[in-house]
T-cell receptor, first 114, second 112 residues
Framework: GAGVSQSPSNKVTEKGKDVELRCDPISGHTALYWYRQSLGQGLEFLIYFQGNSAPDKSGLPSDRFSAERTGGSVSTLTIQRTQQEDSAVYLC????????????FGPGTRLTVT | GENVEQHPSTLSVQEGDSAVIKCTYSDSASNYFPWYKQELGKRPQLIIDIRSNVGEKKDQRIAVTLNKTAKHFSLHITETQPEDSAVYFCAATDTGGFKTIFGAGTRLFVKA
């Protein structure tokens, strides 16, 4: 079946603009995760959803970052008033939930803030 | 919150040798420890995982060990091959299996 998909694959934006990044999880996966990976660095946990609920938002870097998930499926990560330090690859992952913890990653969105 | 440290940051081995990557975690409540492999320009992929009620798990040339008391876990790759060259990440996940904190990664080079 189809894996996790993300759009756009690449996004170049000017400093100060808002951007929306989209994630389509694997069908039937109840858990969804967002990570940020700066060039040559590890994965920074941002937020997870269990269904449409995000119990822990402490990983979001600032109040310019927000995320939502609707219908237990698609999720959107929004970055307002982008800064150059927001430039990174934003990865989304999903898992079945329950006792199944394996996360399947999407291809990522490469965000460049100029 | 959880903190995961990973060593070494870079590891170079000769083809056929073994490679060992070590991680420590801080939150004793963490109960799931996956390892991901990320090739250049690609997405991370799970290669092996272990739960806190198990001390060791093996899958062909890859094995993971967990010492809950010391809060250490390690990845062992035997008979390394050039295609094993990649960045490897360890991670620790909380009780619910959701919040996942990754180590900084180990860049493994396998020389032919």
């Amino acid at each position: 079946g189809a894996g996790v998909s993300q759009s756009p694959s690449n996004k170049v934006t000017e400093k100060g603009k808002d951007v929306e990044l989209r994630c389509d999880p694997i069908s039937g996966h109840t858990a969804l995760y967002w990570y940020r990976q700066s060039l040559g660095q590890g994965l920074e946990f941002l937020i997870y959803f269990q269904g449409n609920s995000a119990p822990d938002k402490s990983g979001l870097p600032s109040d310019r970052f927000s995320a939502e998930r609707t219908g237990g499926s698609v999720s959107t990560l929004t970055i307002q008033r982008t800064q150059q330090e927001d430039s990174a690859v934003y990865l989304c992952a999903s898992s079945k939930g329950g006792s199944s913890y394996e996360q399947y990653f999407g291809p990522g969105t490469r965000l460049t803030v100029t | 919150g959880e903190n995961v440290e990973q060593h070494p940051s870079t590891l170079s081995v000769q083809e056929g040798d073994s490679a060992v990557i070590k991680c420590t975690y801080s939150d004793s409540a963490s109960n799931y420890f996956p390892w991901y492999k990320q090739e250049l320009g690609k997405r991370p992929q799970l290669i092996i995982d272990i739960r806190s009620n198990v001390g060791e798990k093996k899958d062909q040339r890859i094995a993971v060990t967990l010492n809950k008391t010391a809060k250490h876990f390690s990845l062992h790759i035997t008979e390394t091959q050039p295609e094993d060259s990649a960045v490897y990440f360890c991670a620790a996940t909380d009780t619910g299996g959701f919040k996942t904190i990754f180590g900084a990664g180990t860049r493994l080079f396998v020389k032919a």
